[in-house]
């Protein structure tokens, strides 16, 4: 017998390596992106602004096609601080993940929070996007490098549960 | 002009440590040593791999261990003419159900036989151990053919 400790745990790697092509909604919206504007698309049945698009509105499941810009501005609908370390992920740890419901959309967006407490973070906490230099902008959504509080006054809670 | 179609590649994945328990412990740190290792059932049976319980019956297996191997017979096997990255081999292979001298059941791992034409069922394999061995299935860089055979 081995005078080593005994193997207690085995690493089981998982991969799928995809090529990812954006349906036209997405690829308006990343191009509209790449020039500094939020564009989402509107039901033309209920009127739901989503943001990012998808070319569907999922509640009636009817096709999106008008464009509506929405704000860089938003309201933290729920949060969480990240304390675990992902490998391909590189940020320094804790750090903060929000949902945000962008002004003027309907449905909230995925951003990260700094230039806040983590203690501070808070549901209804008004955030602004924080851009990249222009120069630096391209075809994704790292072009905002993450949202910080905008100092306004929270949102109450019943005026965005519906857009959770 | 219409823009350009976009399109990106993206890698999802995820490394999993998953914690062994003590059967399958005892049977990593036996292929680290080289051993591989088979547990009996309480009716005899040589499980490898081994578990914690014996699928015929669902009582706990014994704390009987027995090595097995390294030679075996194939049971049943598919060709991979092109193996992916994370394949232990990385010229065509075949996957295989190995049933070990000594065992009762079948583990699944790869031959080396250099050819679809050289496999066979029922064929002789043994088992070719890598020179570094860490504790993992890939110790056992593959099974080849049995000289001889
Ligand atoms: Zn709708």
Redesign the pocket.
């Known amino acids: 017998m081995s005078d080593k400790e005994p193997v207690k745990s085995i690493i089981t790697p998982t991969r799928t390596e995809y090529t990812y092509t954006p349906g036209p909604s997405a690829q308006r919206s990343l191009r509209a992106l790449a020039r500094g504007k939020l564009v989402g698309e509107i039901?033309p049945?209920?009127n739901?602004v989503y943001y990012p698009p998808s070319g569907a509105?999922a509640?009636?499941g009817?096709a999106t096609r008008d464009e509506v810009e929405v704000a860089d501005k938003g309201t933290v609908t729920t949060y969480a601080i990240v304390r675990v370390p992902s490998e391909n992920i590189d940020l320094e740890l804790p750090y903060c993940t929000a949902h945000i419901l962008l002004d003027g959309a309907d449905i909230p967006f995925f951003g990260l929070i700094q230039e806040c407490e983590w203690d501070a973070v808070r549901i209804g906490m008004r955030v602004e996007a924080v851009w990249k230099p222009e120069s630096e902008w391209g075809l994704n959504a790292e072009n905002i490098r993450y949202f910080r509080p905008t100092g306004e006054p929270d949102v109450p809670f019943e005026q965005f549960k519906e857009h959770l | 002009m219409a823009d350009e179609l976009l399109s990106a590649p993206h890698v999802l994945e995820y490394d999993y440590r998953r914690s062994l328990g003590e059967v399958l412990s005892r049977f990593f740190t036996g292929l680290r040593d080289r051993k591989i290792l088979g547990v009996k059932t309480n009716a005899g049976r040589v499980l490898v791999p081994p578990s914690e319980y014996d699928p015929e019956s669902g009582d706990a297996t014994s704390d009987d261990w027995v090595e097995v191997g390294p030679g075996g017979v194939v049971k049943s096997w598919a060709w991979v003419n092109e193996p992916l990255g994370r394949h232990l081999l990385d010229h065509p292979f075949a996957f295989a159900l190995i049933q070990l001298d000594g065992a009762d059941t079948a583990l699944t791992h790869a031959v080396d036989a250099g050819s679809e034409a050289s496999m066979r069922t029922g064929m002789r394999v043994t088992a070719r151990f890598a020179d570094d061995t860490i504790g993992a299935i890939g110790d056992i860089v593959a099974f080849v053919p049995e000289e001889g055979s």
């Open positions: 039901c049945s209920c739901q509105c509640r009636c009817v």
